[in-house]
């Protein structure tokens, strides 16, 4: 690549305007793009208009600039990986400790205009190798998690097929027992719905897990990662005559991504699961959590394998590096490198270290420490009161799924609601043309629907009915496309009968709902004419 004729985009921090214009006109002759700000607070709202690949942050006297400045510029989203040029005085201290914040380069003043635009030109370069860097990290990744979903489907699989086995079996035994006897319906109906939720927790966390994002970071106990991640592979050890002990303390709640911590306990689970295969001794693979002082939560794996080699323990977290020795065969269980490399970001994104050290006689052991994050989460909102009376309402249901319209009408009627049922967009029109309707709970996969383009042309129709998503994709961004189309609020499948009506009433809310309302028929459209 021709660095001398590679523009980018440029954003230049820096106080004294006389230096800023030099440097601009400078920056502007060579073909970049350049934006100017006088200092640090202004540049998280220039980053909503701009994407600059390079800053530059010019200190003065006046306005001197400090480590703390360098991680204000940095903290905007999606900003980690741009390279800092900065620009200071000769006689004025520098730590490289500042390079955390993001630095990667300095010049000192005085200067001339060739070697500033010669720096720029390997900053150009560094920044373009480093989004390159970022993809490939990103890819990778994408593909060290598939080889981790490949050592758990078994795990998974033999879940499910337990958990389905006591739903359908409840529920088989229900249609056979005696109608009249209530408690033995509703013992088989709550086990089954137990079951179902424990289904719900397992595809929830092998979908986080399987996702590219990190994942929210939410309060909870990082034991129930623990517990889950060991669930998952504790068949598949006990095959390989591997004992797995879980000796887990009382922990503070803290803040995490469920997801990838679950990806870090379930990559050091399964490291020390295949460093002990070639062991004919005892293979014993501990898990212990403990707090310390309350501010700090360790979380330590040992194994009985032969521990790393000393040469290897500088290298045991760098990309690409694995001590596995790749076997032909079915068997085979050579490793990509990538395991250890991605467990230390994710620590690292949590603000913890992870560390490892042999013991003599007992094999590796890996050591994470996390702080203990106490920021409250936003609160829940109350849980419905399905007992209480509420307002009679007409609901229109929209779904291609019959078992799925069943529900939501046996619901509702219950609770004392009128529903109207439509498996299509154009029963759901004609609906909607002949009788007054609160709300339209509406499925956006029915392929006849559309996705969220039927929202859309409804609002822009001048249906103002408030509508509540109802889907079983946990895809957020076709939830958000559907909301800003003009949607009320949106809920996921599978949810509880307290859930769904909590979520309608604030629906209805949100969208001023008129009881019985009527719409304006000249305005409604129909689907069937649509191209």
């Known amino acids: 690549m021709d660095v001398g004729k590679t523009a980018v985009c440029i954003v230049l921090v820096g106080e004294n305007g006389g230096e800023r214009e030099t440097l601009r006109n400078a920056l502007v002759g060579q073909g970049h793009s350049v934006s100017v700000v ?66 990667v380069d300095h010049l000192c003043r005085p200067y001339t205009r060739e070697i500033f635009l010669e720096r720029i030109k390997l900053l150009v370069a560094f920044a373009e190798m480093q989004k390159t860097l970022v993809r490939v990290r990103q890819q990778f990744g994408e593909a060290q998690k598939m080889e981790c979903l490949g050592a758990l489907a078994s795990g998974v699989v033999h879940e499910f097929n337990n958990l389905m086995f006591s739903v359908m079996g409840f529920a088989e035994l229900a249609m056979e027992d005696d109608a009249n006897n209530v408690a033995v319906l509703k013992e088989s109906a709550r086990v089954s719905f137990s079951c179902g939720q424990r289904a719900v927790s397992v595809a929830a966390s092998l979908l986080t897990f399987a996702r590219q994002s990190p994942g929210q970071k939410t309060r909870g106990d990082i034991n129930e990662v623990v517990t889950a991640s060991a669930k998952l592979l504790r068949r598949d050890m006990q095959a390989h005559k591997i004992r797995l002990q879980l000796n887990l303390g009382e922990l503070p709640a803290t803040r995490f991504a469920f997801g990838s911590l679950q990806q870090v306990v379930l990559n050091l689970l399964i490291n020390a699961w295949q460093a002990m295969e070639e062991n004919s001794g005892q293979r014993v693979l501990t898990v212990t959590t403990s707090a310390e002082s309350g501010s700090t939560i360790r979380l330590v794996v040992g194994d009985t394998g032969p521990g790393v080699p000393p040469d290897q323990m500088g290298l045991i977290f760098e990309p690409f590096h694995t001590t596995k020795v790749r076997r032909e065969g079915n068997d085979a269980r050579g490793g990509s490198g990538l395991g250890l490399a991605i467990v230390s970001n994710i620590v690292r994104d949590h603000g913890g270290t992870v560390s490892v050290r042999n013991i003599a006689g007992k094999g590796a052991e890996f050591t994470v420490l996390l702080p203990v994050d106490d920021t409250l989460d936003e609160v829940e909102p109350t849980e ?112 509880t009968a307290a859930e769904f009506l909590r979520e309608m009433e604030n629906c209805l809310i949100a969208g001023n709902a008129t009881p019985g309302a009527t719409p304006d028929k000249s305005k409604i459209f129909d689907p069937t004419t649509q191209p």
């Open 38 to 103: 006088s200092d640090a607070n202004a540049f998280p709202s220039l980053m909503k208009d701009v994407a600059p690949q390079l800053i530059i942050a010019a200190d003065s006297r006046a306005c001197p600039a400090d480590s703390s400045q360098f991680r204000r510029l940095k903290a905007v989203e999606e900003t980690e990986n741009i390279p800092i040029l900065f620009i200071r005085d000769a006689d004025k201290d520098f730590h490289w400790a500042t390079s955390q914040a993001g630095i």
């Open 384 to 495: 419905y009161d399905v007992t209480s009376d509420h307002v009679s309402r007409s609901i229109l249901v929209v779904d291609d799924e019959e078992s799925s319209l069943k529900v939501l009408s046996r619901l509702l009627i219950r609770h004392g609601h009128e529903v109207c049922l439509a498996s299509n967009m154009a029963e759901a029109v004609t609906l909607l043309w002949s009788r007054p309707i609160d709300l339209i709970a509406l499925d956006l996969m029915s392929p006849v629907i559309e996705d969220v383009s039927n929202i859309r042309r409804l609002r822009e129709e001048g249906i103002e009915t408030p509508i509540l998503i109802c889907t079983g994709c946990p895809d957020q961004t076709l939830i958000d496309e559907g909301l800003r189309d003009g949607a009320n609020g949106a809920i996921v499948k599978p949810f």
